[in-house]
């Protein structure tokens, strides 16, 4: 018998080769049908008649067949024109095939097979009028034998889904079509949810079905609201039970301020915590030394430096002899972190390793970096998520931070926790959250907000500008002793692009502009050594301008760069280049940043003008939201719970969404087992229960 989790492949004729197509969408089982939703929808309710397809760009026609007419156009495009008479005139649908040259095989064989005079055709495409004549390019059609039967794909709202290779879009929707007699086997927990005015009830099957075929519009977008509510209802419970988990878990470890090797650090500074600074540490030190072990978020815009925030953290762990993991989304940070953990626990005689992927694999160095950790000797392991690995085990970790955090899936952050009992957590980011979800995965986390730069930082002057100012002003910089970062998007010349790249480009400018000055380049690719050699290098002034692609943009502090040159500005998002920009005015020099771009469409341009006029990270993240659509931002953050449709639950007040966490609250704290809740507690139990281990449903 079929259930939910069948495989696709044994379902519906899909077949091992579709199903594989269908594992590109994420796509294994039926129940993955089910909340496969479209992207989109067609409207075909409406017929529209010939006389009125000029005030449509798009639309869905209904004729009978008058005729069929082919013509070569060009020398390797063909056309098809079907003649459509709804009544009162004609027009055509109509069909564009390639041909190779030299084939003679018949492009619309199978079209015109299909399309016998006297029957009748529903159509779908764009619309286009010439001389009065009514043209659909036809990207969707059904034949009919009598005017009056009823068409399976028009006359209603119609999904539109995402496609790979392999898989027609009227496949899919079969295959979902027949998926959905399976809906009442979807787990519906309407009845768990709170009566709330604001929030109508509909099963979790019926959501469904109108998710992806609804009445109307309107019932679509409603019910993909109401579905957004319950997922996030089950994410709120499961993160409840997760941190009432972890609270209840005493931890073991305890921390004593001895200021044995914090002091040292402080005074080796050189600079004075800021308010917001001492407030952080602070609250993290207080977390540290309550009984329960922290989940602390630390939110700070780029340059507000949080990394000594961490680094305080991490002193205090060590001053009492624990072990700290610090996991970063990039080797080159990694890099980053691990040189400026070095000078600032100079004399302090901690050990610290550096671990990337490259660098275990490294056969000896692998050891050294595993036997270090199990007994103990190493204290700070700095590194990428390689750190998670299985194989690596500590003595007596009590400390997990992670830095750049947005560039973390929630899941691995998780599956970090594994390395010891009941660790605390400090997560790092300086991408501030959306509010509706803030509440959601923070529901489980406390936060601090670091909101102060440090003292006498200038804001960056940020100017769209010609190469030929950008190089000019960039020279004036170089003389004064200052450095610049010049950034292009791509390594290496490539067919498919045809942007500028680091390697052609760096030849060229030290030939050309820059050809008094030194000049090296960056980018992902190279080895990790050879990466932090350069990065050194550069801290040392070996060299005064430093070519890369965005791997500078996360975390990189270098006090003297304070220029900025980014190429093809137009085609980043408004996050990285004020990531890229938060590497310069590090100091209190001013810097300067240039955007070099084409700035030939609107978006474009309005893009831009945001990031020259606001220098705060927050407002800049927002209106990206507006403009790319939260999906995205989301995307990532959510990484791991695919079931949680993010981008339906912006739609949703956010009072809805306070709501429900108050309420969920309660359900944790009354019913902790969940066991008035018994198919809420299956869903969460089945859906959470390998991904948060430490969600204690069972
Ligand atoms: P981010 O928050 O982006 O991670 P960093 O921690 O890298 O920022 O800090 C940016 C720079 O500011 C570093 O060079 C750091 O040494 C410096 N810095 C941090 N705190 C202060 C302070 N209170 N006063 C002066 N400089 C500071
Ligand atoms: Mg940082």
Same mark, same amino acid.
């Not at 005079?117 to 055709?121: E, M, T």
């Not at 190089?471 to 960039?474: L, S, V």
């Not at 010049?486 to 998007?489: G, K």
């Not at 019913?671 to 969940?674: A, G, I, M």
């Given at each position: 018998?079929?259930t939910?989790d069948s495989?696709i492949q044994?379902f519906n004729?899909?077949g091992y080769?579709?199903?594989?197509?269908f594992?590109k969408?994420?796509?294994?089982t039926i129940?993955?049908?089910?909340?496969?939703?479209p992207?989109?929808y067609?409207?075909?309710t409406?017929i529209?008649s010939?006389?009125?397809a000029?005030?449509?760009s798009q639309?869905?026609?209904?004729?009978e067949?008058?005729?069929?007419e082919e013509?070569?156009f060009?020398s390797n495009l063909?056309?098809?024109?079907?003649?459509?008479f709804d009544?009162?005139l004609?027009g055509?649908v109509?069909?564009f095939r390639?041909?190779?040259?030299?084939?003679?095989?018949?492009v619309?064989?199978?079209?015109k097979?299909?399309f016998e005079?006297?029957?009748?055709?529903y159509?779908?495409?764009?619309?286009?009028?010439k001389?009065?004549?009514?043209?659909?390019?036809?990207s969707?059609?059904?034949i009919?034998?009598n005017?009056s039967?009823?068409?399976l794909l028009?006359?209603k709202?119609?999904?539109v889904y995402?496609? *790979? =290779?392999?898989?027609?879009?009227?496949f899919?929707r /079969?295959?979902? $079509?027949?998926? &959905?007699?399976?809906?009442?086997l979807?787990p519906d927990?309407?009845?768990?949810?709170p009566?709330?005015k604001?929030?109508p009830?509909?099963?979790a099957?019926?959501?469904?079905?109108?998710?992806?075929?609804?009445g109307t519009?309107?019932s679509?977008q409603?019910a993909?609201?109401?579905?957004?509510?319950q997922?996030?209802f089950i994410l709120?419970v499961a993160?409840?039970?997760?941190?009432?988990n *972890? =609270?209840?878990?005493f931890k073991t470890?305890?921390? /004593?301020?001895k $200021?044995?090797m &914090?002091?040292?650090f402080?005074?080796n500074?050189?600079f004075?915590?800021?308010?917001?600074q001492k407030?952080?540490?602070?609250?993290i030190f207080?977390?540290?030394?309550?009984v329960?072990p922290?989940?602390?978020?630390?939110?700070?815009?780029?340059?507000?430096?949080?990394t000594v925030?961490?680094?305080?953290?991490?002193?205090l762990?060590?001053?009492n002899?624990?072990?700290?993991m610090?996991i *970063?989304?990039?080797?080159i940070l990694a890099?980053?972190?691990?040189l400026?953990?070095?000078n600032a626990?100079k004399?302090?005689?901690?050990?610290?390793?550096?671990?990337?992927?490259?660098?275990?694999?490294k056969?000896s160095?692998r050891?050294?970096?595993l036997i270090?950790l199990?007994n103990?000797y190493?204290k700070?392991?700095i590194?990428?998520h390689?750190l998670?690995?299985d194989?690596?085990k500590f003595k007596?970790?009590?400390l997990?931070?992670?830095?750049e955090?947005?560039r973390?899936g *929630?899941m691995?952050?998780?599956?970090?926790?594994?390395k010891?009992q009941?660790?605390?957590?400090?997560?790092?980011t300086?991408?501030p959250?959306?509010r509706a979800l803030?509440?959601g995965?923070?529901?489980a986390?406390?936060?601090?907000?670091?909101?102060?730069l440090?003292?006498g930082r200038l804001?960056v002057k940020?100017?769209?500008a010609?190469e030929?100012l950008a190089?000019?002003?960039?020279i004036?910089e170089?003389?004064k002793?200052n450095q610049v970062y010049?950034?292009?998007?791509v390594i290496?010349?490539?067919k498919?692009f045809?942007l500028?790249?680091?390697i052609?480009?760096s030849k060229?400018?030290s030939q050309?502009w820059?050809?008094?000055?030194?000049?090296?380049l960056l980018y992902g690719?190279?080895?990790?050594s050879?990466?932090?050699k350069i990065?050194q290098?550069?801290?040392?002034?070996?060299?005064?301008?430093l070519?890369s692609?965005?791997?500078?943009?996360?975390?990189i502090?270098i006090?003297?760069?304070t220029?900025?040159?980014i190429?093809h500005?137009d085609i980043?998002?408004l996050s990285?280049?004020?990531?890229l920009r938060?590497r310069?005015?590090?100091?209190?020099?001013?810097s300067?940043l240039?955007?070099?771009?084409?700035?030939?469409?609107?978006r474009?341009?309005?893009?831009?003008?945001i990031?020259?006029?606001?220098n705060?990270?927050i407002k800049?993240s927002?209106e990206?939201l507006k403009?790319?659509g939260?999906?995205e931002?989301?995307?990532?953050?959510q990484?791991g719970?695919h079931?949680?449709?993010?981008?339906?639950?912006?739609e949703?007040?956010?009072?809805i969404?306070d709501?429900i966490k108050k309420?969920?609250?309660?359900i944790?704290?009354d019913?902790?087992?969940?066991s008035?809740?018994?198919?809420?507690?299956?869903?969460i139990?089945?859906?959470?229960?390998n991904?948060i281990?430490?969600i204690?449903v069972?």
């Open positions: 018998m079929l939910l495989k044994f004729g899909v080769k579709r199903s594989s197509s594992a969408l994420g796509i294994k129940g993955d049908l089910l909340t496969f939703f992207v989109k067609q409207d075909r409406r529209i010939m006389e009125n000029w005030k449509y639309g869905c026609v209904f004729g067949i008058g005729g069929i013509r070569i060009l063909c056309l098809l024109d079907v003649e459509l009544g009162i004609i055509y109509r069909f390639k041909k190779s040259m030299h084939s003679s095989a018949d619309f064989a199978s079209i097979k299909k005079i006297g029957n009748f055709v159509a779908w495409g764009n619309i286009k009028v001389s009065g004549i009514v043209f659909v390019m036809a969707d059609y059904e009919v034998q005017k039967d009823k068409p028009f006359g709202v119609v999904p995402h496609t *790979v =290779k392999g898989i027609t879009q009227n899919i /079969e295959t979902v $079509k027949l998926a &959905l007699n399976f809906c009442e979807y927990i309407s009845n768990s949810m009566d709330f604001k929030l009830k509909l099963t099957s019926l959501a469904i079905k109108r998710i992806h075929y609804p519009l309107k679509a409603f993909r609201k109401i579905f957004a509510i997922e996030f709120e993160l409840l039970l997760f941190r009432k *972890v =609270k209840k878990n470890q305890k921390y /004593e301020i $200021k044995t &914090l002091r040292p402080k005074n500074l050189g004075e915590f800021t308010r917001d407030k952080a540490i602070n609250n207080f977390d540290m030394q309550s329960n922290m989940n602390r978020m630390l939110v700070g815009d780029v340059g507000s430096g949080k925030v961490a680094f305080s953290a991490t002193l762990a060590v001053e002899d624990y072990q700290v610090i *970063v989304p990039t080797e890099e980053q972190h691990y400026a953990a070095l626990f004399g302090l005689g901690i050990k610290i390793v550096l671990s990337t992927s490259s660098i275990l694999k056969k160095e050891e050294k970096i270090g199990k103990g190493v700070i392991a590194g990428t390689s998670i690995e194989k690596i007596n970790l009590s997990i931070i992670v830095d955090q947005h973390f *929630v691995q952050k998780f599956d970090a926790l594994d010891a009941s660790p605390d957590v400090l997560m790092i300086a991408t959250i959306p803030a509440i995965i923070c529901g986390v406390d936060i601090t907000t670091i909101t102060q440090p003292p804001p940020t100017y769209f010609s030929q190089y000019t002003n960039a004036e170089l003389k002793g010049i950034v292009f998007p290496d010349k490539s498919k045809t500028k790249s680091v052609q480009e060229k400018l050309t820059f050809k008094d000055f030194k000049i090296d690719k190279m080895k990790s050879e990466k932090t990065m290098r550069f801290k040392d002034k070996e060299f005064n301008i070519i692609t965005t791997v500078i943009g996360v975390g502090d006090s003297d760069a220029v900025m040159i190429q500005a980043f998002g990285v280049l004020h990531q938060g310069v005015g590090r100091s209190s020099k001013q300067y240039y955007l070099i771009g084409g700035f030939k469409s609107d474009a341009c309005k893009r831009l003008s990031i020259r006029s606001l705060d990270g800049v927002e990206d403009i790319r939260p999906g931002l989301m995307g990532t953050l990484h719970f079931e949680f449709k993010t981008d339906d639950l912006v949703v007040d956010a009072d969404l709501f309420y969920v609250a309660k944790v704290e019913d902790p087992t969940l008035q809740n018994t198919v809420l507690k299956k869903v139990y089945k859906r959470f229960f991904k281990k430490l204690n069972g």
